[in-house]
């Protein structure tokens, strides 16, 4: 246990150089959980590595939550730091050889069994487990080659014995280090795609904060369960503000075109009226808050003349164009009222974005108006509010 926490999840958690051993089954696990148990109940160097991981996510946890507790390594924390451990696995060079596709397969298949938790039931679960893996994107494999008088030697994700490194300036040594990043570079096996997805309906914070990353792209119904507890909303969309609000909002807006055609992965939420109208009224208040506090509100008018069909935000104008045409309610919050300097406000970049729309062609606009019309049915949750 000591080594899967000191030499695994806390340099995870942390940062620094993490040790992938074995693959990790439901047997390790519940050993591991067994342990952790008996270590919290006690003192000495399990207990002391305990502590600081628990140190570390709380310090991750509090930035979302700030009366956050420090989350504990209950079960479900061990069995997504031994999902994530096996997914690292698959690319472990001691994997290779014949049958290496039969061993990945039976790794991958552990690993989604293990991630398999579904998604967080509160925004404490939520946090706590993104507080074990919100440094995910962060992986790099350090490749190294030693060279010397003799030739040359690779070493993939792992550090070069002293006797390859010994006497260095006798036998002329020198070692290039490469670092890859995990997720960007290297990839994860095709075998071990759905043990990841599982690992991100499990702990959705981290995608619903990088609305920009590519692989997997972001969904909507991985998404909503977190984005329903409004303390994680704001966090998030300040977050997707921060990013630039064209940007965001297209990444967003695309999401929402791939969710409501069904082209994700079938998840617990699927594109019901309720959800598909959340998404809309989550995308309008990224828009009044960029009307109220964003720098984008203070883009001269001019601009709006020149051709912007190929920059960011187009895919945004269309989704909001249409929501406005089609229903008041998907793009206006009911505690806002209709006079004022925000209302004018919003309702010129209600003006601008419609200009913006023209550049995307009837088909696009007309695939949102589809959309909205599955929006503007009868819709069961509380609408976001500015306040």
């Known amino acids: 246990m000591r ?15 993490a040790s992938v051993g074995r693959p990790l089954g439901p047997t390790a696990v519940a050993r591991i959980v067994a342990h952790v148990e008996q270590a919290e109940a006690s003192s000495g160097a ?7 991981l628990a140190a570390c996510r709380l310090a991750i946890a509090s930035r979302f939550l700030p009366a956050a507790a420090a989350p504990r390594l209950d079960e479900a924390s061990v069995r997504l730091g031994a999902a994530l451990h096996d997914l690292l696995a698959l690319g472990h060079p001691e994997l290779g050889g014949p049958g290496v596709l039969r061993r990945q397969t039976r790794i ?15 925004a404490e679960e939520a946090v ?12 790099v494999r350090v490749d190294r080659t030693v060279h010397f008088w003799l030739g040359r030697q690779a070493f993939v994700g792992r550090t070069p014995p002293r006797r390859v490194t010994a006497l260095p300036a006798l036998r ?24 990841f997805l599982a690992l991100n309906v499990a702990s959705p914070l981290g995608e619903a904060l990088d609305p920009l990353r590519l692989d997997p792209p972001v969904t909507w119904g991985r998404m909503f369960p977190v984005l329903r507890f409004p303390r994680l909303a704001r966090v998030v969309a300040g977050n997707a503000l921060a990013m630039g609000i064209d940007r965001a909002g297209d990444a967003l807006s695309d999401a929402l075109y791939r969710f409501v055609a ?16 959340f998404a809309i009224r989550f995308i309008a208040h990224l828009v009044w808050l960029d009307v109220l506090f964003g720098a984008s509100s203070q883009r001269p008018d001019a601009q709006d003349l020149v051709d912007r069909s190929l920059e960011p935000g187009t895919d945004l104008a269309v989704i909001m164009t249409a929501a406005a045409s089609t229903a008041r309610a998907l793009v206006w919050p009911r505690d806002v009222p209709e006079g004022g300097d925000p209302a004018d406000a919003f309702r010129a970049r209600l003006d601008a974005l419609a200009r913006r729309a023209q550049a995307a062609g009837l088909p696009r606009y007309k695939t949102a108006l589809t959309i909205m019309e599955i929006a503007a049915a009868p819709v069961t949750i509380p609408a976001i509010s500015l306040t």
């Open 3 to 17: 080594r899967f926490i000191s030499d695994f999840l806390l340099p995870i958690v942390r940062g620094g150089p």
């Open 128 to 139: 706590a487990r993104h507080s074990l893996l919100s440094r995910l994107p962060d992986i």
């Open 262 to 277: 069904f082209h994700d992965p079938a998840y617990q939420f699927q594109a019901s009226p309720e959800v598909v109208g």
């Open 172 to 195: 002329r040594v020198r070692i290039e280090s490469t670092s890859r990043s995990w997720l960007r570079e290297i990839g994860i096996p095709a075998v071990g795609r759905g043990a």
């Open 46 to 52: 399990d207990a002391d590595a305990l502590a600081q």
């Open 108 to 122: 991958a298949n552990v690993a989604k069994q293990l991630a398999a938790l579904g998604p967080p039931r509160s």
